[in-house]
């Protein structure tokens, strides 16, 4: 059987349980999740197999990260034993107060920043994300990428028994498309949406492509409540 969702801390499970409640009483829902946000909604539907109708899973953080020495950012530290995680939070909140090096880490996730940068509605929303960043609470987001780096998403994959659209970046970085492949192919009822000529934001960097397969995959999901 599927373990029951533990309440605390940052790992996905414990981010799942603070919102089944709210799922439970919007049910029937369809999750989409992003990024590290995918490892979420992939929890939540293998323990709401009745209330979660569909899922869709955005740039999913898949695979466990490999360690890699010398650390190239605070990714990497986040691996490191004892002193990495403390010297992560140290780079992260140093960068967080800086607006400029928070937009630029958007930015460095996507395919073509200068194109994006320059969309309509996308330099509103580019400056919503960076003041969120600013205001988000730096212990939550350290302990949250540190479980979502060193975990492998495939074993509860296995337990997701709705229909799942897993869209990938081709140009992807931060969670390369080998894992939305390898999910894919774990989730029983998975499917693949690869989109080659866009990163780590799918749904902001090809919109018309993956906007409407995600609204016709979560009214499936309604049609079969």
Known sequence: GTPPLAAGGGRPEAMAAAVAGLARRLAPVTLVGHSLGAQVAV??????????????????????????????????????????????????????????????AFLAAVAEPERLASAPGMPELLDEAVARLAGADLGAL??????????????????????????????DRVAPP??????????????????????HFPHLEAPGRVVPAVVAHAASGIMRA
Not at 91 to 98: K, L, N, V
Request: hydrophobic share 45%; no cysteine.
């Open 43 to 104: 929890s939540l539907a293998a323990h709401l197999r009745e209330e979660v109708r569909a899922v869709a899973l955005l740039a999913p953080l898949v695979l466990r990260r490999r360690r890699r020495l010398p650390p190239r950012g605070p990714g990497d530290l986040l691996l490191v034993p004892v002193v990495g995680p403390p010297l992560a939070r140290l780079a992260i909140g140093r960068a967080r107060r800086d607006e400029g090096r928070r937009r630029r």
């Open 142 to 171: 350290v302990d949250w990428a540190s479980a979502g780096l060193r975990r492998d998403l495939r074993p509860v994959a296995r337990r997701v028994p709705q229909p799942a659209l897993v869209v990938a970046g081709g140009r």
């Open 178 to 199: 080998a894992g939305a492949r390898a999910l894919a192919a774990a989730l029983p009822r998975g499917r693949l949406l690869s989109v080659p000529d866009v990163a």
